[in-house]
């Protein structure tokens, strides 16, 4: 009989704040970088195209003594029945004895790592003036992703908000954003000595896009996290010194950008497999626009040292961030440690 | 936010019947012949060779609308820490809207269905009149196959045990036999119109066996749950009309029989694909004892009357059971809806 801990969304959502996160996905960049953390081979089965799915990801972080699976189902009908069309379960074991330790619901954690990513890829790459941060698409993912790009660089003064299908959704979250990011990150931070710095950093413009060729030539920082199958920003459009994380893509043929830009830059991935058969780079590896040996590494490589990041102020960086379940064990693990200590969630004998 | 029920061990113990079980697995099988069921690749991952490994099996039963997993990890070192070697966990979804509606000890269940396997290939593939039985190996497995394969037969009189490697288990098993199968079979069906023919079913003699060739020689029945990789039983030992269901080859390597036994015997398995790789039936393939195109069918087809079963009383018959995570499934389905309507286990929001 074992004791494991359950825990399910709004108490996943009190406990976890952004700045954990992000250290919890940086160690697993670089851990992996390390051969200290692997993937195991994904399961992934359509129960019919394009209405439902579902796949399973799983991996062993040997650093963190845990291995364990996420679950994750799609199913384009549930909003009819008032179901997330994403489900998601993750359960943690303890590498050392095999025990089950934790059994969580994954949509929040998947949200925050995701977000994480995209942030850690600006802070590894991007120019530390960057000060223009333009947000590509304002789905469930946007505002994680502007919370953490915000609290992982030191000089945003200006976010911008496009949205590709539907500029309803780009008004909606710039009413929203300013209150969005008090309520569900910085209120994480109350009573702490670091309130003060993520208010501060929080404290920026946002200004809503139409012209996304105008915004992407503005932009120090690119996020998209769009379910686009079609380029939406253009080689040209991009400026010297850009740097640019593709969030979306994470099915063979989705794509957010030109597959030209990958030719100008220098680009990074989460993980090489995962990246070439499903993420951004898929496209401008088939293509031809580059080749394999023209990624310049996975990001754990550079954050340990032993692959160079960006080497002038007027490169372009492209940080392709497919998501690995490795992030989604790390950040659960954090999440069940802290409801330990604070005797949160439901024990319950397995 | 899920309800999802959560079933430990104990709890699992005291709800399920092997009639039940035995119910249960048939369904998957004629599902599976019947394409309405089907499993998806497992992921393998040894963390040290000889020393701990883990496996995730998974598969969809479209005819009973859940999809799912078992993760089963082994540790050969956990006893020395008062653990189990082998720990396992079972997570039930709903296939019509993906969510996760059960999780389960694994442990009860995966003794339950694999002895209740044993049985099925007894009940579709033995002689109907098959007195004498004989269990080969003492562990875990054993009493229930015999308790299984007392109730799936009507004929049988004599229960003999035989373990190759430790004739002090045999004994042991010996003596406790008659109580376990009182109290962890029998019992269940106190009450019931089913107690007394079950009673019936269980008095049989039970005899303790050193000498293999001659038990074989006696047997209608033989069931192997041994991890052997060198055959125990040999080809001339077997009479004509035997039926042997073998059990214990889950991995490559592993061989309970001759291999030449399975070129004199009509071959059966419970999955191709995975018998072939892992079960009792690679050796004889990679020896070229038998092609592939020897084994008959999957059991499955044989029970929808899609392949023929034996065809005469002195054929000899073989089922090669690997254990598949359909079993796991719709036998962790069964539970949890007897434990909803008994409204047992602990229900947490997920």
New interface residues.
């Given amino acids: ?2 004791k ?1 801990r ?1 825990l ?3 108490i996943i959502e009190e406990i976890l704040d952004m700045k954990q996160v992000i250290g919890a996905v940086e160690k697993v960049y670089t851990s992996k970088a390390e051969k200290k953390a692997e993937l ?2 994904m ?1 992934f ?1 359509e ?1 019919e195209r394009g209405v ?1 799915d ?1 796949d ?1 990801k ?1 991996g ?1 972080l040997a650093d963190a003594d845990i ?1 364990g ?1 996420k ?1 994750v ?3 384009g009908e ?1 909003t009819k ?1 008032d ?1 997330p069309m994403l ?1 998601g ?1 993750t ?1 943690v ?1 303890d ?1 050392i ?4 330790i934790g ?3 994954a949509g929040h954690v998947t949200g925050m790592r995701t977000g994480a990513a995209a942030a850690i890829g600006a802070k590894v790459l991007a120019r530390k003036e960057s000060e223009n941060l333009l947000m590509v698409g304002t789905g469930h993912i946007s505002s994680f992703a502007i919370a953490a790009t915000l609290i992982a660089m030191d000089n945003i003064k200006k976010v911008r908000i496009y949205d590709p299908m539907n500029i309803e959704e780009a008004k909606k979250l710039l009413a929203s954003i300013g209150e969005e990011l008090e309520k569900e990150f910085l209120s994480k931070y109350q009573g702490s000595s670091m309130y003060d710095e993520i208010k501060a950093k929080f404290d920026v413009e946002f200004e809503l896009v139409e012209d996304i060729e105008k915004a992407t030539s503005l932009s120090d920082i690119i996020l998209t996290a769009t379910p686009a199958r079609e380029p939406m920003i253009m080689k040209d459009w991009v400026k010297p010194g850009t740097h640019i994380s593709c969030i979306g893509a994470d099915m063979d043929g989705k794509q957010e950008i030109d597959e030209n830009i990958f030719a100008i830059s220098r680009v990074y991935v989460d993980d090489l497999a995962q990246a070439i058969s499903v993420g951004e780079t898929e496209i401008p590896i088939k293509s031809g626009a580059i080749t394999r040996d023209d990624i310049i590494a996975e990001i754990g490589d550079v954050m340990i040292g032993k692959a160079s990041g960006r080497t002038s102020d007027d490169e372009i960086t492209v940080y392709d961030t497919t998501g690995i379940a490795l992030q989604d064990l790390m950040t659960s693990k954090l999440v069940l440690d802290i409801a330990e200590e604070k005797d949160m969630g ?1 024990v ?3």
Avoid at 97 to 100: A, E, F, L, M, R
């Fill in positions: 009989m074992f494991v359950v399910n969304h709004e195991f081979p399961v089965h129960f439902a579902m399973i799983s062993h291995f699976l679950l189902s799609w199913y549930n029945k179901l489900i379960t359960m074991f590498s004895t095999g025990k089950p059994i969580l619901n439901t319950v004998d397995l």
